[in-house]
């Protein structure tokens, strides 16, 4: 099956045990749909570059899946209509990357990046 990667923002004024179970819930669409998460990881509450609906901040997820491409549309789909969440972005990807994504991880562990002046 085909790989993805989500990251979708929901609402801020939510709490994180709500931000985390629409995770569970767009995960559960998936698994009902003949899909999997491989791996999920809840990013926080971060600020965003500029307004969405009057919200300055967002709660982010990052949900790495391995499912069909109709329960991956089916997923988006509920996600459009759900109230909590703002944005959504879906990339295929040919291979999921081991370990945690580059926001989990500690500033001192990310190799390869320039010293500042």
Do not use: C
């Not at 491989?38 to 967002?58: C, D, L, P, Q, S």
Request: aromatic share 6%; net charge neutral.
């Amino acid at each position: 099956m085909p790989l993805y990667e989500h990251v979708f923002i929901s609402r801020q004024d939510l709490s994180t045990t709500q931000a985390e179970g629409l995770i569970e819930h767009f995960s559960s669409v998936l698994a009902d749909n003949d899909g999997k998460v491989v791996e999920h990881e809840y990013w926080g509450v971060k600020t965003m570059a500029y307004k969405i609906n009057k919200n300055r901040k967002g709660h982010y997820a990052f949900l790495k899946t391995d499912a069909p491409a109709p329960a991956v549309q089916e997923m988006e789909r509920l996600m459009r209509l759900h109230d909590d969440v703002m944005r959504i972005l879906t990339i295929k990807v040919d291979e999921h990357a081991e370990g945690p994504s580059v926001q989990m991880q500690k500033r001192d562990d990310r190799e390869g990046r320039r010293e500042r002046r």
